[in-house]
């Protein structure tokens, strides 16, 4: 089986590492022909919850790679449709896009390039950060969870989840993807903008008053609309699943953080920047997440401005 993680960050290059485990063809697809031939060259390594090195295909070229079985999307959720259309070519008649990219609106964005059929939504809650080009700390295991939009149970999910667990990923195959999108949605709203403004890792958000209370009214907020919108979240308890997940990811550097450190833009518009529009359409306050935002919008365009 062919398979392309398109976008070598944190979450692509630790999932590209634990797939060669199963021996099938994985490749990389990295806009960045530089990059690429590094990755190539130098391969991957996992340090910290795995520990392994792996060699791997790279290219900036879909041509080179060509036809795949299975296309991984791990690229920013604001660069969903160019990577979609950098990758289009890998399928052109058959194989399947997985996405397995954080916040709202990818499945959408893939659609339309791909059609619904031949597109897999994905959610991972894994804690990995990028130390170095193709270098990975693998920080917190967590659930994998796909499936498509319209709830069947088709063979290509079930390859993917077989492959997944041979790569050591927990995997399940859910008929609600976009409640587990939503529950991950959730996680994130209360986590990673948290982070990016206080620049502590995951598990250091329970340490402190103000960043529990403020974490609280966000998850409380995301969750009401999330209610509204008659979404059914995996979890009874979000707030304890929120902690949880800042707990088994305590060591990580949240990949909002990560964007904030290394000056870049960040995912805020597909994470909190949702809760706020859907929280605004039905009528329901969000007046902390709407603060997280702008805070991290101002944090985004200031970081030449800032004082270190
Ligand atoms: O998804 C994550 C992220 O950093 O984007 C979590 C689960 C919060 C792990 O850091």
Request: hydrophobic share 45%.
């Amino acid at each position: 089986m062919k398979i392309v993680i398109v976008g070598p960050g944190a979450l692509g290059s630790l999932i590209a590492a634990l797939l060669t485990k199963t021996k099938e063809d994985i490749w990389l697809l990295d806009k960045d022909e530089a990059r690429a031939a590094l990755l190539e060259r130098k391969g991957l390594r996992l340090e910290g919850l795995a520990s392994m090195e792996a060699k791997v295909n790279a290219s900036a070229d879909p041509k080179e790679i060509g036809a795949a079985d299975l296309v991984i999307l791990c690229v920013k959720s604001y660069d969903t449709k160019k990577a979609m259309t950098l990758a289009r070519p890998l399928v052109p008649e058959r194989g399947a896009v997985l996405t397995l990219q954080n916040g709202i609106g990818n499945i959408e964005i893939a659609n339309e390039v791909m059609g619904e059929e031949r597109v897999i939504g994905g959610v991972t809650i894994v804690g990995a950060t990028l130390v170095d080009t193709g270098v990975v700390r693998y920080t917190g295991k967590g659930e994998t969870v796909i499936g498509k939009i319209d709830g069947s149970i088709t063979v290509e999910l079930r390859t993917i989840r077989e492959l997944f667990i041979r790569a050591g990923l927990q995997t399940r195959i859910s008929r609600d993807i976009k409640g587990a999108l939503w529950s991950k949605l959730v996680i994130n709203a209360g986590i990673n903008a948290l982070t990016a403004l206080t620049r502590l890792p995951n598990g250091k958000l329970l340490d402190y008053e103000g960043t529990r209370t403020v974490m609280r009214q966000a998850v409380t907020e995301a969750v009401k609309v999330a209610k509204r919108k008659r979404i059914k979240l995996t979890y009874d308890d979000p707030l304890s699943k929120v902690e949880a997940v800042c707990e088994a990811t305590a060591g990580n550097i949240s990949s909002m953080l990560q964007d904030v450190l290394k000056k870049r833009r960040t995912e805020i518009d597909a994470i909190n920047a949702v809760i706020v529009r859907h929280g605004q359409e039905s009528g329901i306050p969000v007046p902390v997440n709407t603060l997280l935002v702008e805070l991290v919008k101002t944090i985004e365009s200031s970081y030449g401005a800032a004082v270190s």
